[in-house]
């Protein structure tokens, strides 16, 4: 089946620094990803759709200067947080749908675990 | 997209057949019934989907009642590596311009025992 892969799997900065998360379609053309946001025994919260060559749609309540998204090519989309603090300690992650052709299956990355010290 | 309601907790004993409920009673026409499953600290993993009949695959059975108001997620022989939280979600069908965009409940804790 389809794979999405994101990088890195964890990271750890100071509070302040900024973290960039890639999220990837490995074996077919994502036209547009959707990134998540779960905090320790939550459930997943769609943060901000991300379409190819066009800026991102955040949800409501998401900073969209805070949580800067590209999606420059139609395999990889990234997500910036930028100068993190403790509360944006978080899990990351993201999902991607296909262009013409799909299944119906939406495929999600493995996650990133991002931790501010 | 329509909400779901699912037990918050369930056990089943290994080699049984686990049986997971989900209500969808404001279901759309358009909407696909998602099943996806997430081991802990890991990205969520797709099951099963289906419109309004009944579907099977490797992984599971999806049992979706006629009015489409309800579904049952089926795994015929639970293992301990099964035990994850399930979430069930409706959405639009492919195409649509929501498509992809899914909302998460809380699903339902499984737990698998010897």
């Known amino acids: 089946g389809a794979v999405v892969s994101q990088h890195p799997s964890r990271v750890i900065c100071k509070s302040g620094t900024s973290v960039k998360i890639e999220c990837r379609s490995l074996?077919?053309?994502?036209?547009?990803m959707f990134w998540y946001r779960q905090f320790p025994k939550q459930s997943l919260m769609l943060m901000a759709t991300s379409n190819e060559g066009s800026k991102a749609t955040y949800e409501q309540g998401v900073e969209k200067d805070k949580f800067l998204i590209n999606h420059a090519s139609l395999t990889l989309s990234t997500l910036t947080v930028t100068s993190a603090h403790p509360e944006d300690s978080s899990f990351y992650i993201c999902s991607a749908r296909g262009g013409l052709t799909h299944t119906g299956e939406l495929f999600f990355g493995e996650g990133s675990r991002l931790t501010v010290l | 997209d329509a909400k779901t309601t699912q037990p918050p907790s369930m056990d089943c004993a290994e080699g049984r057949a686990a049986n997971l409920p989900c209500n969808h009673s404001?279901?759309?026409?358009?909407?696909?019934v998602y099943w996806y499953r997430q081991i802990h600290s890991q990205g969520p993993q797709y099951i099963i989907h289906g419109l309004k009949n009944n579907e099977t695959n490797e992984m599971a059975s999806l049992i979706i009642t006629e009015d489409r108001k309800s579904s049952t997620l089926i795994l015929p022989h639970a293992t301990l590596r099964d035990t994850a939280v399930y979430y069930c979600?409706?959405?639009?069908?492919?195409?649509?311009?929501?498509?992809?965009?899914?909302?998460f409940g809380q699903g339902t804790i499984l737990t698998v025992h010897p």
């Open positions: 074996d077919f053309q994502a036209t547009t």
């Open positions: 404001t279901i759309s026409g358009n909407e696909y």
């Open positions: 979600i409706v959405s639009q069908v492919a195409g649509g311009t929501s498509y992809g965009k899914l909302t």
